[in-house]
């Protein structure tokens, strides 16, 4: 089991909504992982949000002229994710059994998704994502190191993240502390952009 699953029991759609609505309605910006994909790849590119929750990332990408597909395991996130946006596509599946075709431009991977896949998938996820890019493509995952940025206890490392990824083909790109893109400094939460091989 994921340990979004364990967490959340796979029914914290609408209140996982309500939180973000409210944060917004408070002034806070809830774009920031829209703006920093946007800035990577080209209006139209395709992109896939991984670990898409309610789909906030996705739809918001989809506003901007990207071609946007969304999957989750947690069913109760993509029932609001379908609702905000029917016209977009929502799949259901463990990122680590995701498969498609490598036709995405980049693939993201925001809000803890990697920290909160189930112990011991995480290089599997990663070269599931990886598997879905083109070559050239971009795979973007911002996750926490700590307990301060973490609903679970610290597993993944930056060094094992980055393993993963050079199993998988993907060449590190940059490497941020937020998604506004600050310079990374060894602090507990890591923006990390990978290119998948054969550009």
Same mark, same amino acid.
């Given at each position: 089991?994921?340990?979004?699953?364990?967490?959340?029991?796979?029914?914290?759609?609408?209140?996982?909504?309500?939180?973000?609505?409210? &944060? $917004?309605?408070? @002034?806070?910006?809830?774009?920031?992982?829209?703006?920093?994909?946007?800035?990577?790849?080209?209006? @139209?590119?395709? =992109?896939? !949000?991984?670990?898409?929750?309610?789909?906030?990332?996705?739809?918001?990408? $989809?506003? &901007?002229? #990207?071609?946007?597909?969304?999957? !989750? +395991?947690?069913?109760?996130?993509?029932?609001?994710?379908? /609702?905000?946006?029917?016209? *977009?596509?929502?799949?259901?599946?463990? *990122?680590?059994? *995701?498969?498609? /075709?490598?036709?995405?431009?980049?693939?993201? $991977?925001? @809000?803890? %998704?990697?920290?909160?896949? $189930?112990?011991?998938? /995480?290089?599997? %996820?990663?070269?599931?994502?990886?598997?879905? *890019?083109?070559?050239?493509?971009?795979?973007?995952?911002?996750?926490?190191?700590?307990?301060?940025?973490?609903?679970?206890?610290? @597993?993944?490392? &930056?060094? /094992? #993240?980055?393993?993963?990824?050079?199993?998988?083909?993907?060449?590190? %790109?940059?490497?941020?502390?937020?998604?506004?893109?600050?310079?990374?400094?060894?602090?507990?939460?890591? +923006?990390?952009?990978?290119?998948?091989?054969? =550009?």
């Amino acid at each position: 089991m994921n340990r979004w699953t364990e967490l959340t029991g796979d029914t914290s759609g609408e209140d996982y909504a309500a939180r973000f609505a409210a &944060l $917004a309605r408070s @002034g806070k910006d809830m774009h920031g992982e829209a703006r920093f994909c946007a800035a990577l790849v080209p209006a @139209g590119a395709r =992109v896939l !949000d991984a670990g898409c929750g309610t789909g906030r990332v996705a739809i918001r990408l $989809a506003e &901007l002229g #990207y071609d946007c597909t969304g999957v !989750d +395991v947690d069913a109760s996130m993509l029932a609001v994710a379908r /609702e905000q946006a029917p016209g *977009l596509p929502w799949r259901r599946a463990d *990122l680590a059994a *995701l498969s498609v /075709e490598p036709e995405f431009d980049l693939v993201v $991977a925001a @809000g803890n %998704v990697m920290a909160l896949v $189930a112990p011991g998938t /995480e290089a599997t %996820v990663v070269a599931r994502l990886a598997g879905a *890019l083109r070559p050239g493509g971009l795979l973007v995952a911002g996750f926490g190191l700590d307990a301060a940025h973490l609903p679970v206890p610290p @597993g993944l490392t &930056l060094a /094992e #993240y980055d393993a993963h990824c050079a199993a998988a083909g993907l060449a590190p %790109v940059d490497r941020f502390a937020t998604w506004d893109a600050a310079p990374y400094d060894g602090g507990g939460y890591a +923006v990390s952009v990978h290119r998948r091989d054969g =550009v």
